[in-house]
């Protein structure tokens, strides 16, 4: 695991020098709430309105 999270940290510090494994955490599980919430949405939004907010690298 510490290996993953060192390859992410790697792609994330490019941007920001200061992100932490904390900052990755907050980061994915955000990702995680706001997908289950679109998937709880009674209409889908357009596509490439969410292409816009996932920035997983």
Do not use: W
């Amino acid at each position: 695991m510490v290996n993953f999270s060192q390859a992410l940290l790697r792609t994330h510090r490019k941007d920001n020098q200061d992100f932490s494994v904390l900052d990755l955490k907050a980061y994915y599980r955000g990702y995680c709430y706001a997908c289950e919430t679109i998937k709880m949405l009674p209409q889908k939004p357009d596509p490439n309105l969410l292409s816009l907010g996932t920035r997983i690298k």
